[in-house]
């Protein structure tokens, strides 16, 4: 059976995530590996749960900006847990590895959604490169009289 077949059978059998999830799971793990585990020989890294999903939420951000909770939920990712159990089904299709000490336990409750993507938008301009550039800040940091409504 091709990776493709496994894949689809897993969307069959489980219909709790969507596709797009699955392959941000695959991106998420690629951009985990490259900016979060630190790269010691150069042999290829095993990346643990805690790695993955701090990985997971740097990413999210980077890509989706303040909308990365509502993009998590429209693909029915609801919490931490919900990425181990699309890894823990990507392993049992044999679409991802795992090693003997990595468990389902290692995703829950790692972080609250609404907590870690509670961000703001911090616009700064560079004029040598005449552009803007976003990045985003938890809401918690900012001053009182900086702070964006939420409400």
Same mark, same amino acid.
């Given at each position: 059976?091709?990776?493709?077949?496994?894949?689809?059978?897993?969307?069959?059998?489980?219909?709790?995530?969507?596709?797009?999830?699955?392959?941000?799971?695959?991106?998420?793990?690629?951009?985990?590996?490259? /900016?979060? +585990?630190?790269?010691?020989?150069?042999?290829? =890294?095993?990346?643990?749960?805690? *790695?993955?999903? #701090?990985?997971?939420?740097?990413?999210?951000?980077?890509?989706?900006?303040?909308?990365?909770?509502?993009?998590?939920?429209?693909?029915?990712?609801?919490?931490?847990?919900?990425?181990?159990?699309?890894?823990? /089904?990507? +392993?049992?299709?044999?679409?991802?590895?795992? =090693?003997?000490?990595?468990?389902? *336990?290692?995703? #829950?409750?790692?972080?609250?959604?609404?907590?870690?993507?509670?961000?703001?938008?911090?616009?700064?301009?560079?004029?040598?490169?005449?552009?803007?550039?976003?990045?985003?800040?938890?809401?918690?940091?900012?001053?009182?009289?900086?702070?964006?409504?939420?409400?």
């Amino acid at each position: 059976m091709t990776a493709a077949e496994k894949f689809r059978t897993l969307l069959r059998n489980d219909r709790r995530f969507d596709a797009e999830a699955y392959n941000f799971i695959y991106e998420a793990l690629d951009f985990t590996l490259k /900016n979060v +585990v630190s790269q010691g020989s150069g042999c290829s =890294q095993h990346v643990k749960g805690q *790695e993955l999903l #701090e990985g997971v939420k740097r990413y999210s951000i980077d890509q989706f900006g303040c909308l990365a909770q509502t993009v998590l939920e429209t693909w029915g990712v609801k919490n931490t847990g919900d990425f181990g159990r699309m890894v823990f /089904n990507l +392993v049992e299709y044999d679409l991802m590895g795992k =090693q003997d000490g990595d468990r389902l *336990e290692d995703f #829950e409750d790692l972080y609250d959604f609404e907590e870690a993507f509670d961000i703001a938008p911090v616009f700064c301009y560079s004029r040598e490169k005449n552009q803007w550039r976003v990045s985003y800040v938890p809401r918690s940091e900012l001053k009182p009289s900086n702070r964006i409504p939420t409400k």
